[in-house]
């Protein structure tokens, strides 16, 4: 017994369980909203996507085994540990990408398909190699977080060219730039001495600070588009959305302060992901009503 949860949770950290199911959720959040209603339907392709998703997060750790053995945070993953082969979480991530894919097909249609797959070209084929190359790779790569939810939009018989659909992508686009740079405030000597271009090595963190608010502040304004865009149609979440969207402007202008010494990035990384959670509890209850 000892040794299959030993398994399961070496899977499920192969897998990044955490990132996967939210990027599933998103995914049911842009199908309901198409659809109108949560049906049968979305079965197929939300385990598609799910293991997809896996599957590009296992092919990641691949990717990313030489640097992740020089920092502190990621040196005791499977690989770099020793957990595990490469052999096997190569093995894994293309059984999981295929069958994902293939799930997604079956489940929903092809075009699903082929934005599950371009999500995991953006991931692997793009973002991953391009951090390497440059501190600001974040702001193309934040193009992985708004296909999900296209995804479920177009399983659900939404159209691609919807412009609600544009707005709902920016939102889940324009959030992970600030919950990104928040992390390296909090790591960003770690990735610095990985040999990574850090964020914190290129501008000062009054800076960061700033320009995280400012993306922090485009965050909030994207989902009062998305409110207003008629996504949601009850005024209960609709003012839900409105008051989250002050909340976090409000929480966020602290950054804006002078410097103290007790500014804990994760407390502010903490509340983004909070507001990201109500807008999506919102958009995936609302159309239900």
Partial sequence: ??????????????????????????????????????????????????????????????????????????????????????????????????????????????????LGLLALIWYNGIYTPLKRKTAFAVIPGSVIGALPPMVGWVAGGGMINDPRLMILAFFFFVWQVPHFWLLMLKYGEEYEKAGYPSITSTISRVQIKRATFMWTASTAVSALMVAASGLLTTTFFKVMVVIAAIWLVTVFSKLLRKPTATFNPFHYFMRINYFVLIMIVSLSIDPLI
Avoid at 3 to 15: D, G, M, P, Q, R
Avoid at 76 to 104: D, M, N
């Fill in 1 to 114: 017994m000892k040794k299959v949860k030993t398994y399961l949770s070496l899977l499920a950290e192969l897998n990044k369980v955490r990132i996967t199911f939210a990027v599933m959720l998103t995914t049911l959040a842009g199908y309901v909203l198409a659809n109108n209603k949560l049906d049968a339907n979305i079965v197929l392709p939300l385990i598609g996507i799910f293991i997809l998703a896996c599957g590009a997060a296992a092919l990641n750790h691949y990717q990313d085994q030489d640097k992740d053995a020089l920092m502190e945070r990621t040196k005791k993953r499977p690989l770099p540990s020793g957990k595990v082969t490469p052999g096997f979480v190569l093995a894994l991530s293309v059984f999981e990408i295929a069958l994902g894919t293939w799930l997604i097909y079956v489940g929903s249609n092809f075009l699903a398909a082929q």
